[in-house]
């Protein structure tokens, strides 16, 4: 029995399992290869191919870690800024919106185990503001962007100068107050 038709249902159902996303837990991120069972994957590991893949990954493995988290933090930091700003969001959801890209880096490449270890991560480099609350891990970035910083300096600036007419103000009303004070008869 040769290979199905290309109209056929069983090959149109392959073509179209192909398209979504696979699980996770089939993939080889060396080989940026996905499989869609466990047999497959066992296939896959097999091959020469892989093997070659290993050897090369066996020569330097904490270069080709580096290399992914780097990446997998790049993509991460561009879709949290691109996407929601400076605006505090779930990280689960930045994560989800990652995952939706097939061609997406694959976390279980890089050095953290799991999302909370990355967010973890961005709080201790100061790149993100985050908090652990009921929800999972809330996550805001931290622009630091030439624009962003002058952007912040005008605004603390203002903020000073109307904090200055604020305390003149009250520095003028506790004169008077004194003033009316001492001017006030005594006998009243």
Partial sequence: MGKHDF????????????????????????????CRDENG????CASESHQRQMTIFASNPTRYIAQFSDEFEHEFIAVLSQRYGTKRV???????????DRAHLHMNATRWDSLSDFVK??????????????????IEWIDVSPEA???RAVISKKEREE??????????????????????????
């Fill in 149 to 151: 910083l002058a952007r």
């Fill in 90 to 100: 779930p990280a689960n959801q930045v994560y989800q919106e990652i995952v939706t």
């Fill in 41 to 44: 994957f066992k296939c896959h």
């Fill in 163 to 188: 904090m200055d007419d604020d305390q003149r103000e009250q520095k003028l009303l506790q004169e008077q107050i004194e003033r009316a004070k001492k001017d006030r008869p005594r006998n009243l």
């Fill in 7 to 34: 109209f056929s249902p069983k090959a149109v159902a392959n073509r179209i399992k192909a398209k979504g996303l696979q699980r996770l837990r089939w993939y080889c991120q060396m080989c940026e290869k996905q």
């Fill in 121 to 138: 991560y961005l709080g201790r480099e100061g790149k993100c503001k985050v908090e652990d609350a009921e929800r999972g891990w809330m």
